[in-house]
């Protein structure tokens, strides 16, 4: 049974930084994508950022690129996600998520597996 474990949110000033851990058990493959989607107060979930287990390879969501960067360590089953200069509009659930395969899978059919939010909240 794959597991996801988020930590690292909290309330910081706008122009902050925060780093988000997503610790993953139980994957039967070693080619998964792993990352997050965030919700905000009264809106839709949307799409953050991924990364490919097998060759690293990224994806971001327009609204954070230059901003957020994701990583992952496969030793660990740990993904990473450094956010700078975060705005008011970055506040919200952050979900750790996963799904089999490639970037096509995870942008295509969404993720199959969810872990617990973690709150972030950006301040003005």
């Known amino acids: 049974e794959v597991q996801l474990q988020a930590s690292g949110g909290g309330l910081v000033q706008a122009g902050g930084s925060l780093r988000l851990s997503c610790a993953a058990s139980?994957?039967?493959?070693?080619?998964?994508?792993i990352g997050w989607f965030r919700q905000a107060p009264g809106k839709e979930r949307e799409r953050v950022s991924f990364?490919?287990?097998?060759?690293?390879?990224?994806y971001y969501e327009d609204s954070v690129k230059g901003r957020f960067t994701i990583s992952r360590d496969n030793a660990k089953n740990t993904a990473y996600l450094q956010m700078h200069s975060l705005q008011p509009k970055d506040t919200g659930v952050y979900y750790c998520?996963?799904?089999?395969?490639?970037?096509?899978?995870?942008?295509?059919?969404?993720?199959?597996?969810w872990g617990k939010g973690t709150l972030v909240t950006v301040s003005s």
């Open positions: 139980g994957f039967t493959r070693v080619d998964y994508v």
């Open positions: 998520a996963a799904q089999m395969g490639d970037l096509i899978n995870m942008l295509g059919y969404g993720a199959a597996y």
């Open positions: 990364i490919s287990s097998s060759d690293g390879t990224t």
